[in-house]
């Protein structure tokens, strides 16, 4: 235009544009998640100052955001009608960069294009990210309340120009003409898939133009005009309050954005506030998914927001291994928008949100325990997530003993409780004088109820758990104790009843051992290297030996299990 002026960019605007365009283009899609959540600041922005000052608003108090292709002219447009920006406003915010230590940041950079994307990831790509796909950038914008827009032009060398233009409608459109190769931006599907991962719950609506059929419209005399349609949901449902929101809000929210077709078994829904502030909606899903146990599986259950803005769906830093059948969303208020993936590998924010967020899905899953009413829903959980659960007991130590008591066992007295029987009851009916919580670890629950191991305890009547999962072995080398009871497998080591155990019990058994002493001998010599130690024993009712491992060694269950594994 006529009254166009050039500008010169701060010098780390020049260096940070070289640097990303080379580097982030293997991230180039981010472009539109951080156009749309700057539409989306303006819009929040305009809506926040809009409360003192209800001119911005100028009659038009809809707030939104268009995004609009044309595949002729290679360009694709993100416009809002938020708070937009003055001459001024424009110069400092989209000429310089005022963070500050961008100057170290910069020179921290090593020319490595991996290691350097990781860093500007770190850094933040913001509104100059729409230079990995565009050649040229156009920026449109009027603020709220002034007589004259602005009109900023840049190709992302060294120079951005100025003029001002006439803009009747309030807020900014950001015009990318994108790269030769980069056409895809510039078709219906493409952006709508986009707009749907990465800003489906922005608080605004975020419209497309309709898709018309071209062969409806062939024969038409008045052909039909595409009408502006809503293409994200724009209401974030875990930001609505809870006493708005009905058990079918959360079953369609869940099936809409947690890949499900079926409703979830249950739900938590909290908004905590304090030190840090974050919204949580975590399910626990009806079925597990086919993968769950395979190591390669990726779990993306949880999916984290800050501020709205979608930022990932990596669940590993958001939920612990063992709790990754859990979905839904963590929307952090404190974490700044551009995080990524490096700075949450390490984020004390995060960890705590993460901590606080496993604490509601253990509360959860206590209060379907505890549910009377509805027991079948407990017993859903436990039969397709209780050896998931078991695994907790080792990764999360914290959370130990609350585990614990949410797990459900098969055991000599009822192998056929469902979902089992719990560890409480366990020391409830513990006989008397039983100090120790009794185990046997085997391959089938045939194998395991059929084991010489537990003829002493079948004759005592002491309740013995039967463990067949394959995590058992490893989580009971983890877990000793439960409520100041030792666990004890009754395979391993010398077998102490305790108390359970008469005086008389004892003498005999000591009569028994020096009767034996020479047949001990004789057998020791014909095993001589195969075994450590030959004893008598007095766990046997019915047959005639068994082996036993070592108290501390491996049990001949893990032994093998070990073997199969190759190790
Ligand atoms: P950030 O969003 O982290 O501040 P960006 O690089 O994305 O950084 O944007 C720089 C600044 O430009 C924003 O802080 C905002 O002031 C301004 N800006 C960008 N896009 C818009 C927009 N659509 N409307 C109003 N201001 C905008
Ligand atoms: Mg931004």
Redesign the pocket.
């Known amino acids: 235009g006529a009254n166009a002026e050039k500008h010169g960019f701060q010098a780390e605007v020049k260096q940070l544009l070289q640097l990303m365009i080379h580097s982030m283009y293997s991230n180039k899609e981010v472009f539109a998640r951080?156009l749309i959540?700057?539409?989306s600041?303006?819009l929040d922005t305009l809506r926040f100052e809009g409360l003192k000052n209800d001119a911005l608003f100028e009659g038009d108090s809809e707030l939104q955001i268009w995004i609009e292709q044309d595949k002729d002219a290679r360009t694709v447009s993100i416009c809002?009608n938020?708070?937009?920006?003055t001459r001024d406003?424009v110069m400092d915010?989209?000429g310089t960069i005022a963070k500050s230590g961008t100057r170290a940041f910069l020179d921290s950079l090593s020319g490595d294009e991996k290691k350097d994307a990781k860093l500007i990831g770190q850094f933040?790509v913001?509104?100059?990210s729409a230079f990995i796909v565009a050649d040229e950038v156009v920026v449109d914008?009027r603020r709220g309340g002034e007589a004259t827009g602005v009109r900023w032009i840049s190709d992302g060398g060294g120079e951005y120009t100025l003029e001002e233009i006439d803009k009747p409608q309030r807020?900014?459109t950001?015009t990318l003409h994108l790269r030769e190769g980069e056409e895809e931006f510039t078709e219906s599907q493409r952006l709508r898939h986009l707009v749907k991962t990465y800003s489906d719950h922005i608080g605004f609506p975020i419209k497309m133009l309709e898709e018309i059929d071209e062969a409806d419209n062939e024969d038409d005399e008045a052909p039909k005009e595409a009408g502006w349609e809503q293409v994200n949901r724009g209401a974030p449902l875990w930001a609505e309050p809870k006493a708005t929101l009905n058990d079918e809000d959360y079953a369609e929210f869940y099936k809409h954005s947690c890949h499900d077709y079926e409703d979830p078994l249950t739900w938590t829904h909290n908004k905590v506030e304090g030190s840090q502030e974050y919204t949580n909606l975590l399910y626990i899903p009806k079925r597990a998914p086919f993968d769950l146990f395979d190591p390669n599986g990726k779990a993306h259950g949880v999916k984290l927001y800050v501020q709205r803005v979608f930022i990932m769906d990596d669940a590993d830093k958001l939920m612990p291994r063992y709790l990754r059948f859990v979905k839904g969303v963590i929307d952090s208020n404190d974490l700044p928008?551009?995080v990524s993936r490096e700075i949450l590998q390490n984020n004390r924010l995060l960890d705590k949100i993460r901590a606080g967020s496993v604490k509601k899905v253990l509360g959860l899953i206590e209060s379907m325990a505890k549910d009377e009413e509805e027991p079948e829903k407990f017993k859903t959980f436990a039969n397709e997530f209780g050896t998931v659960l078991k695994e907790g007991v080792v990764e999360d130590y914290e959370n130990q003993a609350r585990i614990a008591k949410l797990l459900r066992f098969k055991t000599t007295t009822d192998e056929t409780a469902d979902p089992g029987v719990s560890l409480d009851t366990y020391i409830e009916r513990m006989a008397e004088g039983q100090e120790k919580i009794y185990y046997i670890t085997a391959d089938t629950m045939a194998e395991a109820k059929h084991s010489p191991h537990l003829e002493i305890f079948k004759k005592k009547g002491i309740e013995v758990l039967l463990l067949t999962d394959r995590v058992d072995e490893w989580v009971m080398a983890h877990m000793t104790e439960y409520e100041g009871k030792e666990f004890a497998s009754v395979a391993k080591g010398a077998l102490d009843l305790g108390d359970a155990e008469s005086e008389e019990e004892k003498e005999q058994q000591k009569k028994l051992e020096e009767e034996s002493s020479d047949l001990v001998g004789r057998i020791k010599e014909a095993l001589g290297e195969r075994v450590n130690e030959v004893r008598v024993t007095h766990r046997l009712t019915d047959s005639p030996a068994c082996l036993v491992a070592d108290e501390h060694g491996m049990s001949a269950h893990l032994e093998r299990i070990l073997k199969e594994a190759g190790q």
């Open positions: 951080e959540s700057n539409a600041d303006a809002d938020g708070i937009g920006m406003q915010r989209l933040g913001g509104f100059y914008t807020g900014t950001v928008l551009n």
